[in-house]
């Protein structure tokens, strides 16, 4: 209710202001997620980058895109360094970047996964993103050695 009550609860200034307090507000009394600090800090980031490099608003760094999955991803791992998930492995490091694709899988799903290439959450290469929310993905790097939980 508290996100539907404020319809400016994602504008940049409320974004890179956000508090503990208001961020918890937004789950009512249903469990919140792990890592709630980690995430508090992603959106107040997020709030900045929008506000420094994109009008203050998502839509304009999507556009930036042009219709490219492979390249909003980039923006975002250039822009919000929260969402470069690395690890190192044998001495090398190795960039997964689930988050990233994570977010803009999740931003073409929330648009309907849009087909008309006029639209600015049309992908023509969303089939290129490889990794999605699949808590079997780190279990299974973890196992075998690659990934390591802090």
Known sequence: DALVKDDSAFSTLK????TEETFLSWFDNAIPPPNIYERL???QELGCVLE??????????IKEAKGSAAELVKLILMHLPGFRDTSIYNGRLIHF???????????WGAYKKPQDPNHPCYFHDIHELTMFADYRIPQILRQIGILEYT
């Open 97 to 107: 970047y689930k988050r990233a694709q994570i977010l803009v899988a999740d931003v």
């Open 41 to 43: 800090l992603r959106l």
């Open 15 to 18: 974004l890179k202001s956000l």
């Open 52 to 61: 420094q490099s994109y009008d203050g608003l998502a839509i304009n760094m």
